[in-house]
């Protein structure tokens, strides 16, 4: 391996994508009912629900039809969330993914620095 080659801890592929979202289906699962709470106080205290449903698409799509790349991965997840979480959270967070998974591309694997500049592309 060449010192321009990222080593192999440091390189993101689809799996790992898809152990990171259905890990954070999990835990907006387990904490809806906390969202919902927080919510209540400034809100019409429905941001667990629709969270935990939309985070729950996420996780179902991904089973069904596990894209093949990183990128892949993100737009399908950002796309669930958008068409399943309402109120404004949905398009935020959907559009921050669609938009860092665009920025990725097709590549296989990516390193810990271009997913950092995908979210700031997401963001922006």
Do not use: C
């Amino acid at each position: 391996m060449s010192s321009s080659e990222p080593a192999v801890d440091d390189v993101l592929d689809t799996p790992f994508f898809l152990r990171w979202l259905t890990a954070a289906a999990a835990s907006v699962s387990r904490e809806a009912a906390r969202l919902t709470d927080l919510d209540s106080a400034i809100g019409d205290a429905d941001h667990g629900t629709n969270m935990q449903r939309g985070f729950a698409a996420v996780a179902e799509a991904l089973e069904k039809e596990p894209p093949g790349s990183p990128g892949a991965t993100l737009i399908l997840a950002g796309r669930q969330l958008i068409s399943k979480v309402g109120g404004a959270s949905g398009p935020l967070y959907g559009t921050l993914l669609r938009r860092a998974g665009k920025a990725l591309g097709d590549a296989e694997r990516i390193t810990p620095q271009q997913l950092a500049d995908a979210l700031r592309a997401g963001v922006d």
